[in-house]
């Protein structure tokens, strides 16, 4: 997994938020706030692909008195935030897709009357 580009993490009134930019501003369209706990994370994903255990174990390094399966917890949570919002990149593609495709195309795809089913033109 890792961060989608073009996001930044900005510390507004004692708060972090997730700003979008250049072409993410259009994507993101929610205020996304996370934690002290979360911008910390954040620092590091911003800069690396990374795997749940892997942030897991960066939690369990920084801060002490949390057991694994609360951190676990938290950063599914986390991450869940993320990727409800298009932030996490994690190889899921959702949403609806448009593209284009000429008619030559479509007639390489499916000869023979195309999507119509009709034999060369006729009824």
């Not at 205020?31 to 911008?39: E, K």
């Not at 590091?44 to 057991?67: A, C, N, P, Q, W």
């Amino acid at each position: 997994m890792k961060l989608k580009d073009g996001l930044i993490l900005r510390e507004v009134a004692g708060q972090y938020v997730i700003v979008p930019t250049g072409k993410r501003v259009q994507e993101i369209t929610n205020i996304v706030y996370i934690s002290s706990s979360a911008a910390y994370l954040w620092d590091y994903m911003k800069d690396h692909e990374f795997e749940k255990e892997d942030l897991v174990k960066r939690i369990m390094e920084h801060f002490s008195g949390v057991t694994e399966e609360q951190a676990a917890a938290d950063i599914d949570r986390f991450l869940k935030t993320l990727s409800d919002n298009s932030i996490l990149d994690d190889g899921v593609i959702r949403g609806d897709s448009l593209i284009r495709v000429s008619k030559t195309m479509l007639d390489k795809l499916w000869p023979k009357g195309g999507l119509s089913g009709k034999k060369d033109g006729g009824e």
